[in-house]
């Protein structure tokens, strides 16, 4: 079956690695935390990692962010190339007096895009006639948060997230016949998804020059519905991390994060993960982010979990004295696991207002 995933190119295609799982998990990462491979995000504000990073945003604050992939992926001798477009997150915040900052948004928390196609003979009133099947989804689950964080010290903000999944995808199921005299026969299906969880956070300040932050969230379960019928529920992650934020010198700053996440529960081919992140940003105006990162996936097509690793860079712009931000970055990512192999290469535009 992993075979098929690979025959050809295609586009608006996710991970092969969530196919026979829930999907790919999104990340809730902002354009500048990406650029740094993940490293600042639970000190970031956009990102929805760890709500009381929201006290860090003074005003009214706008965003929205791009992405193109394009991934290579090799199987048995067999590649394709593969790309992706999305617009993952998008979000609004701003603080409400007396040292409360409120924030919502939405962000993608599964992708579930791909296309299969099989190969098999079937018989035909006792004639053997070669099919090819083609399995399609389009569509995922997306997170809808609302967020509160404040500064219960002057040192010390504490963030609460209320988080609403929802989404769908379109299932399209098409039998094709090699004997052109055959009708092909074509079935198409729209799959609801729906899920709650909730957040906490807290982000302490223990000298002028380190940060430290400490993160955990709890995802019910995730129910499918077709047709108003559940046909399916799957238990949905505890996560829990921390991060630690350093500036050695002015406009250097340091950041490292570790997430643990209990996917095992998810299915069959689920899996717990521990990912962590390391990044620089250097400057103020112009500056450059870098950061590699690595761990597991939580969704396998056979065996362990997928390894994955990962590199990015990008830079930032301030507009308008820092009213607009502009921020790009170049993410690669190279997962690897029973004998598949996936490199992916992602452009990311993100642009913030603060009015």
Same mark, same amino acid.
């Given at each position: 079956?992993?075979?098929?995933?690979?025959?050809?190119?295609?586009?608006?295609?996710?991970?092969?690695?969530?196919?026979?799982?829930? $999907?790919?998990?999104?990340?809730?990462?902002?354009?500048?935390?990406?650029?740094?491979?993940?490293?600042?995000?639970?000190?970031?504000?956009?990102?929805?990692?760890?709500?009381?990073? =929201?006290?860090?945003?003074g005003?009214?604050?706008?965003?929205?962010?791009?992405? %193109?992939?394009?991934?290579?992926?090799?199987?048995?001798?067999?590649?394709? %190339?593969?790309?992706?477009?999305?617009?993952?997150?998008?979000g609004?915040?701003?603080?409400?007096?007396?040292?409360?900052?409120? $924030?919502?948004?939405?962000?993608?928390?599964?992708?579930?895009?791909?296309?299969?196609?099989?190969q098999?003979?079937?018989?035909?009133?006792?004639?053997?006639?070669?099919?090819?099947?083609? &399995?399609?989804?389009?569509?995922?689950?997306?997170?809808?948060?609302?967020?509160?964080?404040?500064?219960?010290?002057?040192?010390?903000?504490?963030?609460l997230?209320?988080? =609403? &999944?929802?989404?769908?995808?379109?299932?399209?199921v098409?039998?094709?016949?090699?004997?052109?005299?055959?009708?092909?026969?074509?079935q198409?299906?729209?799959?609801?998804?729906?899920?709650?969880?909730?957040?906490?956070?807290?982000?302490?300040?223990?000298?002028?020059?380190?940060?430290?932050?400490?993160?955990?969230?709890?995802?019910?379960?995730?129910?499918?519905?077709?047709?108003?019928?559940?046909?399916?529920?799957?238990?949905?992650? &505890?996560?829990?991390?921390?991060?630690?934020?350093?500036?050695?010198?002015?406009?250097?700053?340091?950041?490292?994060?570790?997430?643990?996440?209990?996917?095992? $529960?998810?299915?069959?081919?689920?899996?717990?993960?521990?990912?962590?992140?390391?990044?620089?940003?250097?400057?103020?105006?112009?500056?450059l982010?870098?950061?590699?990162?690595?761990?597991?996936?939580?969704?396998?097509?056979?065996?362990?979990?997928?390894?994955?690793?990962?590199?990015?860079?990008?830079?930032?712009?301030?507009?308008?004295? $820092?009213?607009?931000?502009?921020?790009?970055?170049?993410?690669? &990512?190279?997962?690897?696991?029973?004998?598949? %192999?996936?490199?992916?290469?992602?452009?990311?535009?993100?642009i913030?207002?603060?009015?």
């Amino acid at each position: 079956m992993l075979a098929c995933c690979v025959a050809g190119p295609a586009r608006a295609q996710d991970s092969q690695f969530g196919i026979k799982g829930l $999907g790919t998990p999104g990340r809730m990462e902002s354009v500048r935390v990406r650029s740094t491979a993940g490293a600042f995000a639970p000190f970031d504000p956009i990102s929805a990692l760890a709500d009381a990073a =929201l006290s860090d945003e003074g005003r009214l604050t706008a965003w929205t962010l791009s992405s %193109t992939s394009y991934r290579h992926v090799s199987l048995g001798g067999a590649d394709a %190339t593969l790309r992706t477009t999305r617009f993952p997150q998008m979000g609004l915040s701003g603080p409400i007096g007396h040292g409360v900052t409120l $924030g919502g948004g939405f962000a993608t928390y599964l992708d579930r895009s791909y296309e299969l196609a099989t190969q098999d003979t079937i018989l035909v009133r006792g004639v053997s006639q070669p099919v090819t099947d083609r &399995l399609s989804s389009d569509g995922g689950v997306v997170d809808l948060r609302f967020a509160a964080s404040a500064r219960a010290w002057g040192r010390l903000s504490l963030g609460l997230g209320l988080h =609403l &999944l929802t989404g769908s995808t379109r299932v399209r199921v098409v039998r094709e016949f090699a004997d052109t005299t055959y009708s092909s026969a074509t079935q198409t299906q729209d799959v609801n998804y729906d899920g709650a969880g909730i957040s906490a956070s807290a982000v302490g300040l223990i000298t002028p020059r380190l940060h430290v932050a400490a993160f955990g969230r709890s995802d019910s379960r995730l129910r499918a519905r077709l047709g108003g019928t559940a046909i399916a529920r799957h238990d949905l992650p &505890l996560t829990l991390g921390g991060g630690v934020g350093w500036v050695p010198v002015t406009a250097t700053r340091v950041a490292a994060t570790v997430v643990y996440q209990t996917w095992s $529960g998810a299915g069959q081919y689920a899996h717990n993960t521990t990912n962590w992140a390391v990044g620089a940003e250097l400057g103020n105006q112009l500056p450059l982010r870098v950061g590699v990162r690595g761990g597991r996936m939580p969704f396998s097509p056979a065996g362990s979990a997928p390894r994955e690793w990962g590199a990015a860079v990008g830079t930032g712009l301030r507009l308008a004295e $820092g009213r607009g931000l502009i921020d790009v970055g170049l993410e690669h &990512l190279q997962r690897r696991a029973a004998g598949l %192999t996936e490199r992916v290469w992602t452009f990311l535009l993100g642009i913030t207002v603060r009015p």
